[in-house]
């Protein structure tokens, strides 16, 4: 089970590096295009026990556009998330406040109870060394608020996002050997000279034995425990195609409890989770359309006026296209002398300075929609000042020269 999330990320890492055909000019196609993901990451808490190695989380979503407008600075989406996390925490120091822990304090029938260890192991306090596993499923709604403009234009995607989710979860603690009895002789001989790194390794390999078996604090009378959560999260990603789109998410949610890790402390403190994760994301149109009825990209090139095009600056001027019947930046393509280039895109028309080196340039325009592919070709000739000198002005004469007649002498 613990190597699931691991062979999910490597799918999806192989997933995005077969789709990446990355591109400088992105967008939606209009208002009202849904998208769904897929996501696996780690996740953790922060509360009464420290944060173990092995949490991870699996989910998906599905979102609607609620807002989008070419070139507005951002837009709008209500995204939907059903999300599986599994938490671990494990203390590394002995916890002494454990009265009231109905886990581990022996208030339960037939319950663990270490406030008081055997005489001959020479301990006056009850303590515990904390731990937990928590499994927890979430289905929440949430709004996503995008930086369109970047987006567009370099196709990074930056997100916030925030929204409130029902949760259920089951907690559960390690405290308990396989035949049911206390650790107490392998907690008492673990001192708390010991430093938390060898702790912990002790714990997970000498002393505990990695089966939850006992219901956490809180959870004594249901297994399953429900919560409304809300929650807050930051979206770093980038389009890989005009559909598909690869993401780094961090997302927090808060609890509302204090024993979501299965332990109640005198901080009172609710406990937070995390969830971490890499994820891919589809965008699917709203309105297709009739592949009968769709026509072909055009590409109309305003300027240069001539092909081939004779200049002096090395900007080579303004490359200026009309293109019809392509919906959005993402299905056009600007090459300078096969490498691709950046360019805006409004309102059906490209425009973009061009780079050019001494000599032959050639300029390409390519758009494609799914009733087809247009390409057009420009050739600019860069010449400069001193390949090709100017002549000299018209109204200037050149100097004239006039025989001198011999001289006549007499005799």
């Known amino acids: 089970m613990k190597n699931i999330p691991y062979l999910f990320t490597l799918i999806l890492t192989f997933a995005a590096h077969t789709w990446a055909t990355a591109q400088l000019s992105v967008a939606g196609s209009s208002r009202g295009y849904y998208t769904f993901g897929i ?4 996740s953790y808490q922060t509360s009464d026990v420290r944060a173990a190695k092995g949490g991870f989380g699996l989910g998906a979503t599905l979102a609607r556009n609620i807002y989008y407008r070419q070139g ?41 109870d270490y406030l008081s260890y055997p005489a001959q192991l020479g301990e006056p306090r009850g303590f515990a060394f904390l731990n937990h596993r928590t499994d927890l499923g979430e289905l929440a709604l949430e709004g996503l608020f995008t930086l369109n403009r970047l987006r567009e234009r370099t196709g990074v995607i930056l997100s916030l996002f925030g929204g409130a989710g029902l949760s259920g979860y089951r907690v559960a603690v390690d405290q308990a050997g396989d035949s049911g009895q206390p650790y107490y002789e392998g907690y008492a001989a673990l001192k708390d000279q010991v430093e938390s790194a060898q702790a912990r390794s002790e714990l997970r390999g000498q002393i505990l034995d990695g089966n939850y078996e006992t219901r956490g604090d809180g959870c004594d009378n249901t297994p399953v425990k429900i919560g409304f959560m809300p929650s807050l999260g930051v979206e770093l990603g980038y389009q ?12 927090v949610t808060f609890s509302g409890t204090n024993v979501l890790d299965g332990q109640r402390l005198e901080d009172n403190r609710n406990d937070i989770y995390h969830y971490t994760f890499f994820g891919l994301r589809w965008r699917i149109d709203r309105d297709r359309p009739n592949q009968a009825d769709a026509r072909a990209p055009e590409i109309d090139i305003l300027s240069p006026i001539a092909n081939p095009f004779t200049t002096g600056d090395i900007r080579g001027g303004q490359v200026r ?5 392509v919906s959005n930046p993402s299905d056009i393509r600007f090459y300078v002398n096969g490498q691709e ?16 080196r ?46 001198i007649p011999p001289a006549i002498t007499t005799a």
């Open 240 to 251: 890989l195609s005009p559909r598909v789109s690869a993401h780094i998410w961090h997302r």
């Open 39 to 42: 996501n696996a990451g780690w």
């Open 72 to 112: 507005a600075a951002l837009s709008f989406d209500l995204r939907g998330r059903l999300l599986y996390a599994r938490q671990y925490g494990l203390d590394p120091f002995r916890t002494y406040d454990i009265s009231g822990n109905t886990a581990i304090d022996g208030s339960r029938s037939q319950g663990l």
């Open 321 to 325: 296209a009309d293109i019809k019947y």
């Open 358 to 403: 001494p000599g032959r340039n050639e300029v390409t325009i390519s758009a494609n929609n799914d009733a087809g592919t247009a390409r057009e070709t420009v050739i600019i000739i860069y010449q400069s000042a001193i390949d090709n000198p100017p002549p000299p002005p018209a109204n200037v004469k050149r100097p004239e020269w006039h025989s």
């Open 341 to 356: 280039h950046r360019f805006e895109y409004q309102n059906g028309r490209l425009q973009t300075e061009t780079p050019l």
